[in-house]
């Protein structure tokens, strides 16, 4: 049985799906090591413009498995400290990895995303809901840290730091309703998966370039540390596609012609 599929309802879209629905799609090794090699498959594939990442059964990603982790790659003959560290590493690579993609990963959240869960959807470029979906960041709840996978960085960007400290230091959950008030998911959808593809096919539509350049900007704008440093990067980027491709001339012409742009970046 395969932990991760990925399906192409559409040419330009792949649905990445943990595939574990007895175990709520945690984070075990034989989900996560898979995950990571498919999502760095489809970073390379250039027919791909987007990602939708989901969960089969009732959860998205219930975070750490606590009865049947499996064992992380390239552990064998360390120590306990050691095996910790490199266990630690599969799980921050799949987060950075998601991030890193050329391709915006939209989570199509269907259900309990908690724990390194919610870090995983948070790492996404597009959160969207299903009325199930809730979450949680339980580390608190487990006599540990709600810190983890990022989670105290990516949260807070996302819902501001007092929503972040209300979820992280109370460890209650947030459900689908709530999480669309406070913008950790910018819509709720009976059939997500379907709502996180058209959207894919909406971000396809666009300029290759021009869509990885926008999400690098976004998590660049986001780390900036003024405002003045970082305006210079975005008007590189304006110029680069303006100056480099027919793109801006082409979205004039189908405006007046009463159609869809076609962008091919290029002259």
Do not use: W
Request: charged share 20%.
């Amino acid at each position: 049985m395969s932990f991760v599929l990925v399906d192409r309802p559409v040419e330009a879209v792949a649905v990445v799906t943990l595939n574990r629905p007895e175990r709520m799609n945690a984070m075990a090794f034989d989900v996560m090591v898979p995950l990571l090699a498919e999502l760095q498959a489809l970073g390379s594939d250039n027919s791909v413009r987007a990602v939708v990442l989901t969960g089969a059964g009732a959860g998205f990603c219930s975070g750490a498995d606590q009865e049947s982790a499996g064992v992380p790659p390239g552990v064998a003959g360390v120590t306990r400290p050691t095996y910790a560290l490199r266990a630690m590493e599969v799980l921050e690579e799949v987060v950075l990895t998601v991030r890193r993609l050329h391709q915006p990963v939209v989570a199509a959240i269907n259900g309990a995303a908690i724990g390194g869960g919610l870090c995983l959807a948070l790492a996404c470029d597009l959160r969207l809901a299903a009325p199930a979906a809730y979450f949680r960041a339980a580390g608190i709840n487990n006599g540990l840290t709600a810190s983890e996978l990022g989670l105290s960085y990516l949260l807070p960007r996302a819902v501001g730091s007092t929503r972040a400290a209300d979820i992280m230091l109370t460890g209650r959950d947030v459900g689908a309703a709530e999480a669309e008030r406070i913008g950790l998911v910018s819509s709720v959808h009976e059939d997500v998966v379907a709502a996180a593809v058209r959207t894919g096919e909406r971000v396809a539509g666009f300029s290759q370039p021009g869509v990885e350049l926008t999400k690098r900007s976004l998590q660049a704008g986001q780390a900036a540390t003024s405002l003045e440093s970082y305006l210079p990067s975005e008007g590189l980027g304006q110029l680069y596609l303006r100056l480099l491709t027919g793109n801006f001339e082409e979205a004039t012409r189908a405006r007046h012609e009463g159609r869809a742009p076609r962008f091919t970046d290029d002259r």
